[in-house]
C-alpha cells in the first residue's frame, strides 16, 4: 500500500474524514452519517477516521500525512509567542483556540509559526505521520473542481458564507499555471469584507422561519413561486467591483442579517425568497462574467456552500460563453478534506505532476459497503418479508409502476450532500400527487420537486443536457429545463418553472439503480425515475442496516430493494404490534426512531410567516469547544 492521506474537517459544521491512497480517492465519510444528526460538528470526527480507515482495511500507522483545516485546537496544541505573553489574560479564558483567528490576531505568516505540527499530530490520534498540513479553506473548496477535470484553461469559483476569513475565491487556471486572482494568502490577516452571497441566503432562510445552514435549499424551491419585489431594494446595497468580487455596503456581517431580517417580513414569504435568488443570480453573474472577460476560459469549476444553490448553477451554465460547468459534488465544508489532500499533494510534488494526475470524477460512492449484511439484517427483523422473486429490478420497477414508494440500498454509500442511487428512495415520476406522498410519507416539506433520475441515452431527449452540463449532471448539482413534450408526462420532478434537476447514469455507475429505471422504461415508456435522499424528516442519508431496516418496518416506505432481494413489511396487524422501535440489526442496539411530527412552514400559496417551531429556532449545532466563537467563522 503506498503511502495513505488523511483529510480532516472539523468546523461549524459538516465535520468529515476522507482517505486517500496517494492521488486515489479511497474512502469518504461526514460525522453525521455516523451520529445520525444532520451537518454534524460537535465533536472531533476521531470516529470518521476510523471509519475511512476501517473501509480501507488500514491501520493508524499507514497514515503518511494528514490534512486538517485550520480549526479549533486545545491551547497545548499551540506555540508560545510574543503575541501569548501580550495577551494572557485572554488566553487563560480559553481552553482552545481557533487556528486561523490565532493566525490572523498574531498576523502570523504561516500555519506552523503558531501551531506545533507534531502535537497537532498527537491532537489528531495520528501521532506516526510524518506530515500534516493546515489547508486553507477556499484553497481546499476550489482544488477539486480543478483535480476532477481535463481542463487547460478555466475560472475556479469558490463561495460560502465565510471560511478562512472570506466568503470567496477566484483563481484563474492557464499554462498549466493556477493564478490566485483573489482569495490568497494576502487575505489572511484582512477584515472579513461583508458581500457573501451565501449570508445573505442564510439570512432570509432565518428570516423566513427556517433553520440557517440547513434550509436553503427550501428556499430556492420557494423561489419559483414569488415574484422578486424587493430585489430593487435588496440589491442597491451590494455592487461587483472592477475585479468581478461582490461589495456590500454593511458594515459588518451581522448588519446585513439584521438589515434583511427587517426587510423579508414586509412581502409574502415566496416573493422575499424570489427576491433573494435574483439578487445571488445576478450578482454572481455579473461577477462571473467580469471575471471571465479579464481572465478568459471557456471552462467554470465552482465549489462551496453557496453552490448547492442548484437554480444559480443553471443560470451561469446558461448565460456564460462556457463549454463545461462542473460543480465538485460534495461542494460544502464535507468536500473541505478532499481539496485539503490535494493541496498537500500540490506542495508535495507540484504542479507539473499535480496536473499530470488529474481524472475525472466517476461516481462518489464512498462510504461503507453493506451488501454483505444488510439481507441478513432484513430477514432476522420480525415483520420484514423477502418478497418471492428472482429478479430484484424487475419486481421493483412493476411495483414503483404500480404507484408503490421504494427504497433501494446498494453499495457503498454516498458522499456529499444527495443521494445518488446507493441510498435513495424510488418513485414514479408520473403523477403530481407523488410529490406530497413523499412528504407526507417522509415528514419532509420541501417545496421544490423531487429530483429524477434518468438513463444517460434518454437524457437529452427528456431534459435540455448539453456538453455544458452534462457532467455536472452526473452529480445532480444543476438544474436545466425540462423538454416541452415531456413536462405533462413526468409532473411530479418538474418544477413550476418548467425546471429539473436530474441524474444521469450509465449501468457501469450502479447496475441495480440502473436496471430498475431501464424496466421502469419498458414497462411505462417513461424512463424517469423519482430519486430522493432515503432518509426522514430532518435525519442524515440512511447508512448502516439498522437505519435502513427501521425506514421500512416504520412504514416510510413499501418495498425495499438490495442486490439479492426484495423486502416488505408483514401488513398484519399482529406481526405489526410485535414489531419495536428497537431493532438489532447490524449488531447494535438502534434507538427509538424520532418521529417528530413538528413541521416546518406551511403550504405553499399561504403568506403568513412560517410557524417558528421550537426546532427552527435552534441555533446550528456546535463544537463543545466553540462556545465563544463568532457566527460568521464558517458558512454553508
Ligand atoms: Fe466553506
Not at 410485535?578 to 411530527?597: F, W
Request: glycine share 8%.
Amino acid at each position: 500500500m503506498s503511502q495513505l492521506i488523511v483529510g480532516l474537517h472539523a468546523g461549524y459544521h459538516d465535520s468529515s474524514a476522507v482517505v486517500f491512497e496517494d492521488y486515489t480517492f479511497k474512502a469518504a465519510v461526514q460525522l453525521e452519517r455516523l451520529t445520525r444528526i444532520k451537518g454534524d460538528a460537535s465533536k472531533f470526527p476521531y470516529d470518521c477516521i476510523e471509519e475511512v480507515l476501517s473501509i480501507v482495511g488500514a491501520k493508524h500507522s499507514d497514515v503518511g500525512a494528514v490534512a486538517i483545516s485550520r480549526m479549533y485546537f486545545p491551547n497545548e496544541v499551540f506555540k508560545r509567542r510574543w503575541w501569548w505573553r501580550a495577551n494572557r489574560a485572554y488566553i487563560r479564558r480559553k481552553t482552545v483556540r481557533g487556528l486561523a483567528t490565532e493566525i490572523r490576531t498574531s498576523r502570523a505568516r504561516a500555519p506552523e509559526e503558531v501551531i506545533d505540527s507534531r502535537k497537532a499530530l498527537q491532537f489528531v490520534r495520528l501521532p506516526e505521520a510524518q506530515a500534516i498540513h493546515f489547508y486553507d479553506h477556499h484553497e481546499a473548496h476550489a482544488l477539486p473542481a480543478l483535480f476532477y477535470t481535463d481542463w487547460d484553461c478555466a475560472l475556479l469559483v469558490t463561495a460560502d458564507g465565510a471560511g478562512d476569513n472570506i466568503s470567496y475565491s477566484h483563481r484563474h487556471f492557464k499554462d498549466g499555471k493556477l493564478h490566485i486572482v483573489y482569495g490568497g494568502e494576502d487575505t489572511w490577516h484582512t477584515r472579513l469584507p461583508p458581500g457573501g452571497m451565501a449570508h445573505l441566503y442564510q439570512a432570509v432562510t432565518g428570516a423566513l422561519g427556517f433553520r440557517e445552514n440547513r434550509h436553503e435549499g427550501k428556499i430556492t424551491g420557494l423561489a419559483a413561486f414569488g415574484r422578486p419585489v424587493l430585489y430593487d431594494e435588496i440589491v442597491s446595497h451590494f455592487w461587483v467591483d472592477d475585479e468581478g468580487l461582490i461589495r456590500s455596503k454593511f458594515p459588518r456581517t451581522k448588519t446585513l442579517f439584521n438589515y434583511i431580517r427587517r426587510v423579508a417580513p414586509q412581502v409574502k414569504r415566496e416573493d422575499a425568497a424570489a427576491s433573494v435568488q435574483k439578487v445571488v443570480e445576478d450578482l454572481m453573474l455579473t461577477s462571473a462574467r467580469r471575471l471571465l472577460e479579464r481572465y478568459p476560459a471557456r471552462k467554470l469549476g465552482l465549489a462551496g456552500g453557496l453552490f448547492a444553490n442548484v437554480k444559480l448553477n443553471q443560470l451561469l451554465a446558461e448565460k456564460l460563453p462556457i463549454d463545461e460547468i462542473f460543480v465538485f459534488p460534495p461542494m460544502g465544508d464535507e468536500g473541505l478534506p478532499v481539496g485539503g489532500v490535494l493541496a498537500y499533494l500540490l506542495r508535495r510534488d507540484g504542479m507539473v505532476q499535480w496536473l499530470k494526475e488529474r481524472r475525472r470524477l466517476e461516481n462518489v460512492y464512498l462510504g461503507r459497503d453493506y451488501d454483505s449484511e444488510i439481507d441478513g439484517a432484513l430477514r432476522a427483523t420480525p415483520g420484514v418479508r423477502q418478497v418471492k422473486t428472482v429478479l430484484p429490478a424487475e419486481e421493483a420497477a412493476r411495483r414503483i409502476a404500480a404507484g408503490e414508494i421504494g427504497a433501494i440500498y446498494t453499495g457503498r454509500m454516498e458522499y456529499g450532500p444527495r443521494a445518488l442511487g446507493a441510498r435513495s428512495i424510488l418513485a414514479s415520476p408520473q403523477n403530481r400527487e407523488t410529490h406530497e406522498k413523499l412528504n407526507e410519507r417522509l415528514d419532509r416539506t420541501e417545496f421544490m420537486p423531487f429530483a429524477p433520475v434518468v438513463a444517460a441515452e434518454h437524457a437529452a431527449e427528456i431534459f435540455e443536457i448539453s456538453n455544458v452540463n452534462s457532467y455536472a449532471c452526473r452529480f445532480m448539482t444543476i438544474a436545466c429545463k425540462v423538454r416541452e413534450p415531456w413536462r405533462n408526462r413526468i409532473p411530479a420532478v418538474v418544477h413550476v418553472d418548467g425546471t429539473a434537476r436530474p441524474q444521469v447514469v450509465t449501468r457501469e455507475l450502479n447496475p441495480l439503480y440502473y436496471d430498475i429505471l431501464a424496466v421502469h422504461g419498458r414497462l411505462t415508456g417513461v424512463p424517469v425515475l423519482v430519486n430522493t435522499s432515503f432518509n426522514v424528516h430532518e435525519e442524515p442519508i440512511v447508512n448502516a442496516p439498522a437505519e435502513c431496516v427501521q425506514a421500512l418496518i416504520d412504514g416510510r416506505i413499501d418495498f425495499l430493494v438490495t442486490r439479492q432481494a426484495i423486502y416488505e413489511c408483514d401488513t398484519d396487524t399482529d406481526a405489526i404490534a410485535k414489531r419495536t422501535l428497537r431493532v438489532r440489526a447490524d449488531g447494535n442496539q438502534l434507538s427509538s426512531i424520532h418521529r417528530s411530527k413538528i413541521k416546518i412552514g406551511v403550504g405553499i400559496g399561504e403568506s403568513e410567516r412560517y410557524p417558528l417551531s421550537g426546532e427552527s429556532r435552534r441555533r446550528p449545532l456546535r463544537h463543545p469547544h466553540e462556545a465563544g466563537r463568532a457566527r460568521s467563522q464558517h458558512g454553508p
